[in-house]
């Protein structure tokens, strides 16, 4: 059975600072996904890494995905307010597209 | 227009009762996926469908049925709605998996709050 796990599940920080999320997972896969979640709100894509070594930048968001420590990170440059929300990583079978969810890391950047 | 649709938005239904949840898409995508979420827990699979002739058990399946009435539109039941059902529920879509490189990105529709009393 595949496990995801995210850590920390709680992240306060003050803008300006950088920091790291971490998923780990228990299974080879071929691919990792991201996505942030607004308060009351739906799921969005951020990011999708199919291969070992795959890095993916998206302003101050960076994604990275090492599959021999069945390891993905989403590291956070230069934290601003808006990037407050929920990120999850998600995790796709090799045999098809079923997604199995970590449980989801709170991010609160203060002012 | 959103490319995937939940109706209704918001439920709040009494234990026992019989409840539908719906989905549509216009987004041309073969597979559809029902899922809850549950504070701390993550999103959890329940069922998806690669085709309108093809349905699958997820992860939490239980106490839950569906059906696939056409490629863009599926629907989740609760037969029997009992407090512990009371969740966010999300449907979503993927395109048919298209081999290794292939993204097979899941597009989340906005939710149903459903509250069993």
């Known amino acids: 059975e595949l496990k995801v796990e995210q850590n920390p599940l709680f992240l306060s920080m003050q803008e300006g600072k950088n920091y790291t999320i971490y998923c780990n997972y228990s299974t080879t896969s071929d691919r990792l996904y991201w996505y942030r979640q607004d308060p009351g709100k739906s799921l969005e894509s951020l990011f999708v890494l199919l291969s070992n070594g795959a890095v993916k930048q998206e302003g101050r968001l960076m994604a990275s995905l090492d599959t021999k420590a069945r390891l993905s990170t989403l590291h956070i440059t230069a934290a601003v307010h808006d990037l407050s929300a929920t990120y999850f990583c998600a995790v796709g079978e090799t045999s098809g597209s079923r997604l199995t969810f970590g449980e989801g890391t709170q991010l609160t950047v203060n002012p | 227009d959103a490319d995937v649709t939940q109706t209704p938005r918001n439920r709040i239904t009494k234990t026992g009762k019989r409840i539908m949840l719906e989905c549509s898409q216009t987004k041309g995508h073969d597979r559809m996926y029902w899922y809850r979420q549950d504070p701390g827990l993550g999103l959890r699979l329940i069922y998806y469908?690669?085709?309108?002739?093809?349905?699958n058990k997820g992860e939490i399946s239980d106490g839950y049925s569906v059906s696939r009435q056409a490629q863009a539109k599926f629907s989740l039941s609760l037969e029997s709605a009992i407090p512990n059902q009371t969740a966010l529920y999300f449907c979503a879509t993927s395109e048919t998996s298209g081999g290794v490189y292939s993204t097979d990105t899941q597009y989340f529709g906005p939710g149903t709050r459903l509250t069993v009393l």
């Open positions: 469908s690669f085709d309108v002739k093809d349905i």
